[in-house]
């Protein structure tokens, strides 16, 4: 499809106009039976009901239909590691024992910039496969992990956040920088692709653990010194996790402080999994516009604990949010399956998470949380025209089921509990088709 042709779609729709954790949802949810979306230069011009924007299009523009299908914003995945993708179901140990058994053992294979390169190639395709369109990636220590995603990423259009590991200690030699080093290759890194077309840089320290003080420290000037960038990290995934940055850290009031004291928290910067903060922890999320990746299958997968979304969208001090898969800890690309698990995570925490709210999180709350919310996550004139486009009838109990769901809250319920990859029909990236299921 060329993107500077006018072009349109058109089905059921549903897009986010505000946050239904604040708001009842039918306040902030769009939601239109029969809509038509405009695309011209990769970019979405138009949307609403079918009937009022019909009359308004040439005659001769490609109007292509959906039915029986539900078009939607194109997932975001706010942490995940795509050098992990070819050790997903390695399982059987906690946390830090499966870095060390499966993890560093499966990067050290990116030493290998044709290994990086067909790793890169694999993962894009899956994310378009299950209609995820921007995600924010941990590369491996190697540079080239990093260009290698990039141009996987950019070869396909899309809007991808992503970063060279920082780590300087605590793992093993072929898979340590040094402070300097790190830094230098980084700051290489966001000169060639932060900006570059629709790519973006994320300062990816693994995790404090990982990273001497020195390191941290000129991550922090690295991100200081290049506004618009990100960072990205882990907090708080397990209590053992803690404990041990405490004993490499023992000046610092908390995990958090530690990144605060290095000038790593603020508005761009994104920690995986918070499942264990403490009360001071979750204020400083919100006082200084730090976001959570939410990672409900990892969590699961490693017995890591529960992720309390009540507590971290607490109305006096909500803290933003956005869904995960975090693979290959995490078990599957869909972002559908994450709601599931997400939804199942909140009950067992105490909270609760309804097909909404999950859907806000996997898409304009995770735009929100990685300060994209202008660009992506939503169905709105201007913003780029990522779509997933989903088949309410993917699977037989499916379309059996959707006869029982009378409002788009049950149908959208019956997605986040049954479906899967093979819900998702077609996949758009800034207007032109990237995926059609067979």
Known sequence: MNSSIPSAIRGAALTFTGDPFTAPSKSVMHYERDAILVIEGGLITACGNAATIKPTLPDDIEITTYPDSLILPGFIDCHVHYPQTQIIGAGGEALIDWLEKYTFVAEQ??????HASESAEIFCDELIRNGTTTASVFCTVHEHSADAMFESAQSRHMRIIAGKVLMDRNAPDALQDTAQSSYDASKRLIEKWHNNDRLLYAITPRFAASSTPEQLELAGALWNENKGTYVQSHISETQQEIDWVQELYPDRNGYLDVYDHFGLTGPRSIYGHGIHLTHDEWHQFHETGTAIAHCPTSNQFLGSGLFDIGKARRPNRPVSVGLATDLGAGTSFSMLQTMGTGYQVARLAGADLTATQALYLATAGAA???????????????????????D???????????????????????????????????????????????
């Open 392 to 438: 309410l009838k993917s699977t037989p109990v499916i379309d059996y089921r959707m006869q029982s769901a009378k409002t788009i809250e049950e149908q959208l319920f019956v997605l986040m509990t049954m479906g899967d990859d093979r819900a998702i029909q077609a996949t758009y990236i800034a207007g032109g088709l990237a995926y059609q299921r067979d």
């Open 109 to 114: 294979e990116f030493s290998d910039r044709e």
């Open 368 to 390: 929100k949380a990685l300060y994209l919310d202008d660009k992506i996550g939503t169905l709105e004139p201007g913003t780029e025209a990522d779509l997933a486009i989903i």
